[in-house]
């Protein structure tokens, strides 16, 4: 069997590459493994302090999502990782032992580490794994893991080897797996107990234990002795808090008052740098977008997608929201990215997106909806930015409402918006470029729906041959740029800021989720 982490044809874009935040954005580089983060030799003992955008809604591994925005702290540290990407397209094994496919990726191995226990002790084996990736494809779950659960079609447990069968070659589905709730385990008798008791007693093989949790408040993570990877975790505990406003964030950390914070903001990100701190940011393709759902008017319409594509100056967007220091998509593709094509995603043109409102008006179809924004400085202000632009044009009418985590989850979940932001990309456009934008993928938030995109996605998928995936990516990009499915309005910056004086040994991965396995205090 040839292991997944030898692949050439694995491609992703540099360590210098712009990269992903969920609800927040802007420019920078960066790499992203725990290596990059560290410094010295590890110290034992002591707490570490860690600022999230928000706190989770239940601790579950199959609802949370893997991202650093919402739940990736929490999780990594819960349930640990069974595998996570570094920016040159290999895997680090952490819970697993190795991923590997006999056949260009239809049947795959997945091989656990030996002697790997629950935080209560029990032994963790394949069926623990196979019983929670089932669990994710129960669609009463709403999990956002749901698309590439459902990519696999047979499992067969046998101790620790888990072997699998997927719906279709997908010569890249470490991707789906790092990038998503695939990656944590959690006990499937403490899951069945139910929500409630699981809140309170997450039972995961994971570095960290739940020790308490204020709701609003602070979460408290204990070092978990059972911790297969000894002597990590060297902390014995972190707290973490969550506080949306990204200025908060920044001023509690640069004062002191926490070590780490997650960062949207590529203007609070340079200043935090330009004070001696330091950071990282994963390498990602695509960026903060602006979704249209395509399942009801005004946007089924795709003149109506077009027109608010052409009538938004995402520089002056940039500029209200990012201080102009974020980076302003012109392609699909990051420059450093190996599918990178010149490709124009659709440009500010004032006078055509009047002249489709006018046409969308005179035929009884005047562009009315609403702008989500999520509860985060960053998504704020640039919905009302976009909505201040709109309000210059005639014929075409955008109100604003603002939501909390939950709600705007829950919205989107539903598919009930009609614009929010959100996130189209990642290092390689497998697994999360397909999710998105596939047709009949159950992750295809907009419902946008272009055979020639499908098929270009199909080919990526399934080659492993890296001229054809270029190829393949290439129509992809022109399929976007034609569909206007979103606004790529800038490009993601999922990072972590922390204080060099106090924390090293921060790991991350994938969209920018954090781990801190590998993390001790220096103060």
Known sequence: MRPVNKWRAVLVVSATALVLSACGGGGGSGGGSGDDLAGGDPVAGGSASMITMSEPRIIDPAVMSNSYATNGVVGNALFGELLTDKPDGTFDFVLAKSLETSDGGTTWKLTLQDGLRFSDGSPMDAEDVAFNWNRIKDPQLGSQTRPDAESVADMKPDGQVLTFTLTQPIANFGHA????????????????????????????????????????????????????????????????????????????????????????????????????????????????????????????????????????????VNDAAYEGEGEVPKTFFTKDSPFYTDTPLTAYDKDAAQKLFDELADEGKPVEFMITAWQTTESRRVAEAMQAQLGTYKNVKADLEVLDFPAATAKVNAREFQMISGGVGSRDPETAVYRGLYSTSSGNVTGVKDAQMDAALDRGRRSTDVEERKEAYADMAARFAATNPAILYTRYTSGVTYNPETIAGLGQYANGSVTFDSAWTTK
């Open 177 to 316: 797996i790092a990038y998503t709730s695939l990656n944590w385990v959690g006990k499937p008798e403490g899951l069945e107990a139910g929500q409630a008791a699981f809140d309170k007693n997450p039972i995961g093989a994971g570095p960290f234990t739940l020790g308490s949790w204020t709701r609003g408040g602070k979460m408290v993570l204990k070092k978990n002795p059972e911790y297969f990877d000894k002597p990590k975790p060297y902390l014995d505990e972190i707290v973490v808090s969550a506080n949306g406003d990204e200025g908060q964030r920044f001023s509690t950390l640069e004062s002191g008052g926490a070590d780490a914070t997650l960062n949207s903001s590529a203007a609070y990100y340079k200043r935090s740098l330009d004070k001696g701190l330091k950071g990282q940011l994963p390498g990602m393709n695509g960026g903060i977008a602006m979704y249209f759902n395509g399942r009801f008017a005004p946007f089924d319409d795709p003149r109506a997608r077009e027109a608010v594509a052409k009538a938004i100056d995402l520089e002056a």
